[in-house]
């Protein structure tokens, strides 16, 4: 029998979880940007924020042109998940959603 000892890094980030208004099904989900302090993707969340307003037949709240421009706001406590989550990752697995464009916010 073999054996090894392997280490492992997982790092803690913070996912903005939100829905895509454009999805049929609100539980649809997506991580739409992550960042390593909590404060800089509320800091983010909150800049992209505006008064919500309407674009044809959509509700906006969001910035027109903004990275969340087509997504739902979230509430505290919403059954989907939506918001801001907290997970340890494996190095390896941010750099996967680097290349899947998602933003890093730092």
Not at 39 to 48: A, G, M, R, T
Not at 60 to 79: C, R
């Amino acid at each position: 029998m073999n054996k090894r000892i392997v280490v492992v890094t997982e790092i803690e980030v913070f996912a903005l979880v939100l829905n895509d208004m454009r999805s049929a099904k609100i539980e649809h989900s997506q991580v739409v940007a992550i960042a390593y302090e909590k404060e800089k993707l509320i800091d983010f969340y909150n800049s992209n924020k505006v008064e919500t307003y309407r674009d044809g037949q959509w509700a906006k709240s969001f910035a027109k042109g903004s990275p969340l421009e087509w997504y739902n706001t979230y509430s505290e406590g919403n059954s989907c998940r939506h918001g801001i989550n907290s997970a340890w990752l494996k190095e390896d697995s941010i750099s996967r959603h680097i290349q899947n464009g998602i933003p890093i916010i730092q």
